[in-house]
């Protein structure tokens, strides 16, 4: 942070999306949680101190069966913008998507290139954690809830929901993760079910979703 530097893309972004000048004012963060004024030119010059912010004292965590075409994408820029730490792609059971490594490996490279523009983009400080695909078997499945038409509300300490493919979790899948959670009184698409859980997480942990029946709202 003493040095702020531009990547290419962030450069061409500023200069001829956003319309930066010289001398123009911007916030320049390093995804971990610290972030100072500087003012943008040939050379990024600071403008101010370095401020720190701690991380949410809670992890909340979405994980998602890998969808086809861009949705997957989609999922993993709306989780950033929602203030999701930990994202969790997997390969279901009954999952359309598969890949091999080299493909599985590109993807995840560009899952993590559109949460930093995400994260860029809503002025998030804190860069998610974006994991490698795994098996839905090889998951850590610890403190994990899946995500189910007409299941319970969320409890307290539960902050990591899973979301399954198009076709469904399979019975396997249900039976090795007991709690079993709802989203809504309707039926979501998968990528719809993983904004859901990221939105309800966030504003559960943020204190901006009142606990049912207090009176406010």
């Known amino acids: 942070m003493d040095k702020p530097e531009l990547a290419g893309d962030d450069r061409h972004h500023l200069e001829r999306v956003l319309r930066l000048r010289p001398g123009d004012a911007l916030t320049a963060g390093d995804g971990a949680g610290r972030w100072r004024p500087c003012r943008f030119g040939d050379v990024i010059e600071p403008a101010g101190a370095v401020v720190s912010v701690a991380a949410p004292s809670v992890e909340v965590a979405v994980g998602f069966a890998v969808l086809k075409g861009g949705r997957s994408e989609q999922i993993v820029q709306k989780l950033t913008e929602l203030g999701v730490d930990r994202i969790v792609p997997f390969l279901a059971e009954r999952s359309v998507v598969r890949w091999d490594g ?8 560009r899952w993590r290139r559109v949460a930093r523009e995400a994260l860029m983009q809503c002025r998030r400080l804190w860069l998610p954690q974006v994991e490698p695909v795994r098996a839905f078997g090889d998951l850590d499945l610890s ?23 198009e076709g469904g979790w399979a019975a396997g899948e249900l039976a090795a993760v007991p709690a079993h959670v709802g989203l809504g009184p309707n039926v979501l698409r998968s990528e719809t079910a993983a904004v859901a859980a990221a939105a309800i997480l966030g504003a559960r942990r943020s204190g901006h979703l009142p606990a049912v029946g207090d009176g406010t709202g």
């Open 102 to 109: 080299a493909r599985a490996g590109r993807q995840l490279e």
């Open 143 to 165: 403190g994990a809830a899946l995500a189910v038409p007409g299941g319970r509300a969320l409890a307290g300490g539960e902050n990591f929901v899973l979301v399954g493919p």
